[in-house]
C-alpha cells in the first residue's frame, strides 16, 4: 500500500542523539498513523512509538522522555528524535504505516529498517 523508506541510523556513542526519518509515498500521507518500532538483537520487534493523523504521540516507557515521533504532513515524513542514547537502543527500526480506518495498530506497510548502534 505505502512505500516506507527510513534513513538517519548509525553509530553513536551512549549519552548521544541521532534522528531517524522515513519517507512515505503511494498513499495519502496525513490519513495514515505513523509508528516506529525496533528489533533488538535476540528479540522481537516492539513498538517504540506512534503517532496519529492529529500529531498525537504515545511512547513505549522505556523511550518516554528520550525520544521523539513527529510527522510533517506537508513532505510525507515521520521523524525519531532519539537522545540520551544507551547501548540497549542498539536495534534495527523500522517505520510502520497503519491506513485503516480505526488506528489501532493494523500496521499494514513497513519499511526495510535502518540500523542504530550505541556504544559505550
Known amino acids: 500500500l505505502v512505500q516506507l523508506v527510513e534513513s538517519g541510523g548509525g553509530s553513536v556513542q551512549a549519552g548521544g542523539s541521532l534522528t531517524l526519518s522515513c519517507a512515505a509515498s503511494?498513499?495519502?500521507?496525513?490519513?495514515?498513523?505513523m509508528g516506529w518500532f525496533r528489533q533488538r538483537p535476540g528479540k522481537e520487534r516492539e513498538e517504540v512509538a506512534r503517532?496519529?493523523?492529529?500529531?498525537?504521540?504515545t511512547y513505549a516507557d522505556s523511550v518516554k522522555g528520550r525520544f521523539t515521533i513527529s510527522r510533517d504532513n506537508a513532505k510525507s515524513t515521520l521523524n525519531l528524535q532519539m537522545s540520551s542514547l544507551q547501548p540497549e537502543d542498539t536495534a534495527m527500526y523500522y517505520c510502520a504505516a497503519d491506513s485503516t480506518v480505526f488506528c489501532r495498530g493494523s500496521w499494514d506497510s513497513w519499511g526495510q529498517g535502518t540500523r542504530v548502534t550505541v556504544s559505550l
Open positions: 503517532i496519529d493523523r492529529d500529531g498525537s504521540p
Open positions: 503511494g498513499y495519502t500521507y496525513s490519513r495514515l498513523c
